[in-house]
């Protein structure tokens, strides 16, 4: 069993940078592939980046270049860096877990609650 916890959301303007962290439970979570996902307001949850337990990461082309996801296994905590914000980067984000690395949500079991997510132009 996994509980995952995310936080440092909020509202910055574009071109600005946050980093969202979860917090995962569980003595097994080194073993688990991290995933961070997005769900803005009438749109569908979608696959943002995830890092497995060799830390192989998987980005959507959306973020490549501006959003950074690491882990530390010591302290049971994953991160993502998001630099040059854009306003199509608002949405509630939200962390996962599973064994394997998948960029669909679908095949995560854990979920973290979210985090809200605005940029403002």
């Known amino acids: 069993q996994v509980q995952l916890v995310e936080s440092g959301g909020g509202l910055v303007q574009a071109g600005g940078s946050l980093r969202l962290s979860c917090a995962a439970s569980g003595r097994t979570f080194r073993t688990y592939a991290m995933g961070w996902f997005r769900q803005a307001p009438g749109k569908e949850r979608e696959f943002v980046a995830a890092?497995?337990?060799?830390?192989?990461?998987r980005y959507a082309d959306s973020v490549k270049g501006r959003f950074t996801v690491s882990r530390d296994s010591a302290t049971n905590m994953v991160y993502l860096q998001m630099n040059s914000l854009k306003p199509e980067d608002t949405a509630v984000y939200y962390c996962a877990a599973d064994r394997f690395l998948y960029t669909s949500a679908a095949e995560y079991d854990y979920w973290g609650q979210g985090t809200q997510v605005t940029v403002s132009s």
């Open positions: 890092i497995g337990s060799s830390s192989t990461t």
